[in-house]
């Protein structure tokens, strides 16, 4: 069974910084690309930044210059660096993988999120 899992998520002050790590567990035959999604209560979750199998990078426009998605080689692990962080940014985060499972089906497994909560 696949599991996501994010962390990495506090509180800072506006200007600071902050990483977050998303880990995937489980057997897959292949991964497509894994993403970074945030929500706000009340509100439409939004597109973070993706990135592919091969390491092609996408970023929402509003974003930047100040996030930042990597993934470690040979490793289960993705990243999200946010700099400069604004209240705006307050919101949970979640991680997405979208792979093919080891029986065969393409799917998308979804984290719970890790809070980010920026004080001005």
């Known amino acids: 069974q696949v599991h996501v899992v994010e962390s990495g998520g506090g509180l800072v002050q506006a200007g600071g910084s902050l990483r977050l790590s998303c880990v995937r567990s489980?057997?897959?035959?292949?991964?497509?690309?894994m993403a970074w999604y945030r929500q706000v209560p009340g509100r439409e979750r939004e597109f973070v930044a993706s990135i592919t199998s091969d390491g092609t990078t996408k970023y929402a426009d509003s974003l930047k210059g100040r996030f930042t998605i990597s993934r470690e080689s040979g490793s289960n692990t993705m990243y999200l660096q946010m700099e400069n962080l604004k209240p705006e940014d307050t919101a949970v985060y979640y991680c997405?993988?979208?792979?093919?499972?080891?029986?065969?089906?393409?799917?998308?497994?979804g984290g719970r999120g890790t809070q980010v909560t920026v004080s001005s």
């Open positions: 997405n993988a979208d792979l093919v499972t080891f029986q065969g089906s393409r799917r998308t497994f």
């Open positions: 489980g057997r897959i035959r292949s991964l497509n690309n």
